[in-house]
């Protein structure tokens, strides 16, 4: 079994990579956001089912984006509390 500054070293580790697919997640739901914006632009005043298809979808990914940063976030904070109690 790894000792306690093992444990803490590799919980650090842990949180960098989180830290990393959180910036990814951000830069992700910025270009949807941007994808949505975009497409608002150049469909407007369209009323084709397809076109809310689009919007609806591109909105329902930038959602669950917000969501998996939630988790991701209370993952670090649950790892860290841990390594604070060794």
Do not use: F
């Not at 580790?13 to 941007?34: F, W, Y």
């Not at 407007?44 to 998996?68: D, F, K, N, R, Y």
């Amino acid at each position: 079994m790894a000792g306690v500054e093992d444990i803490r070293a590799g919980i650090a580790t842990a949180k960098e990579k989180c830290n990393a697919g959180l910036a990814a997640l951000q830069q992700a739901q910025q270009a949807l956001e941007e994808a949505q914006q975009i497409l608002g632009q150049v469909t407007a005043g369209s009323s084709q089912p397809e076109v809310t298809q689009a919007h609806g979808m591109l909105q329902e990914a930038a959602q669950g984006i917000s969501g998996q940063q939630n988790t991701i976030q209370g993952a670090i904070q649950s790892a860290e509390s841990y390594a604070q109690r060794l």
